[in-house]
């Protein structure tokens, strides 16, 4: 991977500057803090006043990165961290109704094992996007050509799916992780070259947009609402242009969110309703991918 160090010219690269920075008599001028390179002064870096610096390098880091790895476009694939792998469901599941048995009059076990049936019976999700991302990379990305290349929240549940999909096809993808005031580490099968953190999410939403040519967004929460809408709406008010929106699993869309009462009640127009589709396959998705990018 090439730097902006590799470039030549008459001026010293950063890099031998930070070095012989490094290298200088000790006293207390030196010490003092005001004599650090200002790019090596992490204390001024994160300094109130330097917030516009570093939007600037937040977006700018993975944005070069990208272009180094040689990234066309992406499929971006959100939903649920809390949606589990269907091997981990079943064995919770199990383990709670083993201890139901045990104790059948406990109402806090019967409330436990409610949710771990639907953790159980949301799992097809997890593997449905797993198997997406294989269909996908395995489609597009070959003879080093890096379009399609599957790009998540880089944690958890379906994220961590979509990634284990690609992974399984031996191919690259890419993890956009946020730093959350608890512990995140962004999952395994994220290419360790393509795997990001960010600081601002307004930079980090920017990103899964910026070589997006599809989004799926599988059942979630707050976040997967977030980026859905946001999506949706810069393609209403031609932000950007037209791509598939597709919503994986029509009932629990329908259920989370009815889109007809916008309509109804007259905040949007009636096609707006056709700026997404409900899809329920990994196969029937790749499809109107396939078909909308002309693969």
Not at 50 to 57: G, H, I, M, N
Not at 142 to 156: N, Y
Not at 179 to 192: C, K, R, W, Y
Request: hydrophobic share 40%.
């Amino acid at each position: 991977m090439t730097t902006g160090n590799s470039r030549k010219g008459p001026y010293p690269r950063a890099g031998e500057g930070a070095k012989a920075a490094r290298v200088h008599i000790d006293s207390p001028q030196t010490r003092s803090p005001s004599y650090r390179l200002a790019y090596q002064d992490e204390e001024f870096l994160l300094r109130y006043e330097l917030r516009p610096l570093r939007l600037q390098l937040e977006l700018l880091k993975p944005e070069l990165i990208q272009q180094e790895q040689s990234i066309e476009s992406t499929i971006v694939i959100f939903g649920s961290s809390r949606i589990p792998d269907p091997e981990r469901a079943k064995h919770v599941f199990d383990s709670i109704q083993t201890e139901v048995e045990k104790n059948p009059t406990d109402p806090i076990l019967a409330q436990k094992l409610e949710r771990a049936r639907r953790a159980l019976n949301n799992s097809k999700y997890y593997e449905e996007a797993r198997k997406l991302a294989c269909i996908i990379s395995t489609a597009c990305q070959c003879d080093e050509k890096l379009t399609h290349v599957i790009a998540t929240g880089g944690g958890s549940g379906i994220m961590e799916a979509a990634n284990r999909g690609a992974h399984d096809a031996k191919a690259k993808s890419i993890g956009f992780n946020i730093v959350l005031p608890f512990e995140q580490a962004p999952n395994p099968f994220i290419t360790p070259d393509l795997s990001f953190q960010f600081h601002y999410f307004a930079i980090r939403k920017m990103h899964f947009l910026l070589r997006a040519i599809g989004l799926i967004a599988f059942p979630g929460g707050f976040g997967t609402m977030d980026e859905l809408f946001e999506t949706l709406t810069l393609v209403q008010t031609h932000k950007i242009r037209p791509i598939p929106i597709l919503l994986f699993g029509k009932e629990f869309w329908e259920r989370a969110v009815d889109f007809d009462v916008f309509v109804e009640e007259g905040t949007i127009s009636p096609e707006d309703l056709n700026l997404f589709q409900y899809v329920e396959e990994a196969e029937e998705a790749w499809e109107i991918i396939r078909k909308t990018n002309t693969i």
